[in-house]
Nanobody, 123 residues
Framework: VQLQASGGGLVQAGGSLGLSCAASVSGSIFSIYAMAWYRQTPGKQRELVALITSGGAANYADSVKGRFTISRDDAKNTVLLQMNSLKPEDTAVYYC????????????????WGQGTQVTVSS
């Protein structure tokens, strides 16, 4: 399953940005259990920012609660991250992730990552 992320960029502190990530696969059907956004800065481990399950339940890192909103469009197999009140410490490369199962000749689990997209928040 391939994930294609878009969005990101440069914004001033206090501003907003939106990220989008679409899942696709050729020659197969798939079911996504959960989709998430992670972020990583140089020298640090990748950290979970927000996650949303197939049932719509969302979880957020404490550092982004109240500022970020994750949502998904199951018809388009897309996960969105709306980021408001951005802070310089939100600067990072953001990665989308999806876990689920896909069927070719048999069902198999997948854990896929999109390419990173840079978010830079200037002070």
């Amino acid at each position: 399953v391939q994930l294609q992320a878009s969005g990101g960029g440069l914004v001033q502190a206090g501003g907003s940005l939106g990220l989008s990530c679409a899942a696709s696969v050729s020659g197969s059907i798939f079911s996504i259990y959960a989709m998430a956004w992670y972020r990583q800065t140089p020298g640090k481990q990748r950290e979970l920012v927000a996650l949303i399950t197939s049932g719509g339940a969302a979880n957020y890192a404490d550092s982004v609660k109240g500022r970020f909103t994750i949502s998904r469009d199951d018809a388009k197999n897309t996960v969105l991250l709306q980021m408001n009140s951005l802070k310089p410490e939100d600067t990072a490369v953001y990665y989308c992730n999806a876990v689920g199962t896909h069927y070719t000749s048999q069902w198999a689990e997948f854990d896929s990552w999109g390419q990173g997209t840079q978010v830079t928040v200037s002070s």
